[in-house]
């Protein structure tokens, strides 16, 4: 089993930036793709960005492209998500999640909630306007 936990959640103003942190422990070797999903009320939880295991291959919805930053630093076991001029519509729960897969795939399988073997509790991200 591998246990996730994120934090750098927070409330911001629109335009701000914060830094989740998700750090894994237990069976890590069991670790490989980490990925950021995130769910707003009332809202399907959503793919944000995925990383591969030696951080070659970066997946970034749409939405966040060009303003998220996903990586990782697999000797502290943690994956971050940092996050620059953020909106309104950012403002969700952010969930970490963890994949066993080696193999370097296309978005399409990051995208999809059930290839994640492991989640986070998730953190609590809030934008003011």
């Known amino acids: 089993q591998v246990q996730l936990v994120e934090s750098g959640g927070g409330l911001v103003q629109a335009g701000g930036s914060l830094r989740l942190s998700c750090v894994a422990s237990?069976?890590?070797?069991?670790?490989?793709?980490m990925g950021w999903f995130r769910q707003a009320p009332g809202k399907e939880r959503e793919f944000v960005a995925a990383?591969?295991?030696?951080?070659?291959?970066?997946f970034y919805a749409d939405s966040v492209k060009g303003r998220f930053t996903i990586s990782r630093d697999n000797a502290k076991n943690t994956g971050y998500l940092q996050m620059n001029s953020l909106k309104p519509e950012d403002t969700a729960v952010y969930y970490c999640?963890?994949?066993?897969?080696?193999?370097?795939?296309?978005?399409?399988?990051?995208?999809?909630?059930?290839?994640?073997?492991?989640w986070g509790q998730g953190t609590q991200v809030t934008v003011s306007s």
């Open positions: 999640a963890a994949d066993q897969s080696f193999l370097i795939q296309p978005i399409s399988y990051y995208r999809d909630l059930a290839t994640w073997d492991y």
């Open positions: 237990g069976r890590t070797s069991s670790s490989r793709a």
């Open positions: 990383i591969t295991w030696s951080g070659s291959r970066l």
